[in-house]
């Protein structure tokens, strides 16, 4: 990354926590909104926001670490999310999950050499009668076999490129 980008993210992650820092909780908040902007939370974020909200690094940090959503490494092009609630592993989500992590060669939280997919577990769809179920970039699928895994991800490089 360019030192001009890195000097942009320091300036946008600074203008959302300047933003949001009178909101109650605000901590998430910023961490939402500069996730949101910059695809991750850069490890530069957590001295700039333990700045502006007057916390330790230790504690924005913490936050970051305890929470599965946020990431600070930048995501593939398409997120894939495979249910590990009670219904799904009921209906085999065990199985799903280890041929994607085959399938793809990467652990939940990581991304794909080529970049194209990063593997996230989610706990609900909400799409519990069609167990198991995963997400790619937003669109639920349920009843998904390892075929269907590797269909629709064949299709989604194929078509959102």
Do not use: W
């Not at 109650?24 to 909200?53: M, R, S, T």
């Not at 519990?128 to 639920?140: F, L, Q, R």
């Amino acid at each position: 990354m360019s030192s001009t980008n890195n000097h942009h993210d320091e300036e946008s992650i600074s203008r959302i926590a300047r933003a949001l820092k009178g909101k109650p909780g605000a901590l998430l908040p910023i961490l939402h909104d500069v996730q949101q902007e910059l695809g991750c939370i850069p490890l530069k974020a957590v001295p700039i926001i333990a700045e502006e909200l007057n916390l330790t690094r230790a504690e924005v940090h913490g936050v970051i670490s305890f929470y599965h959503d946020f990431r600070s490494n930048p995501p593939g092009r398409h997120i894939v999310k495979i249910c590990q609630a009670e219904s799904c592993q009921a209906m085999g989500c065990a199985a799903l999950t280890t041929y994607a992590k085959q399938h793809l060669d990467i652990g939940f939280h990581d991304t794909t050499k080529d970049e194209m997919f990063t593997l996230e577990p989610v706990y609900c769809l909400g799409n519990c009668a069609c167990s198991p179920a995963m997400m790619v970039d937003g669109e639920i699928y349920g009843r998904v076999t390892p075929q269907r895994f590797q269909q629709i991800l064949e299709e989604t490089a194929r078509v959102k490129l």
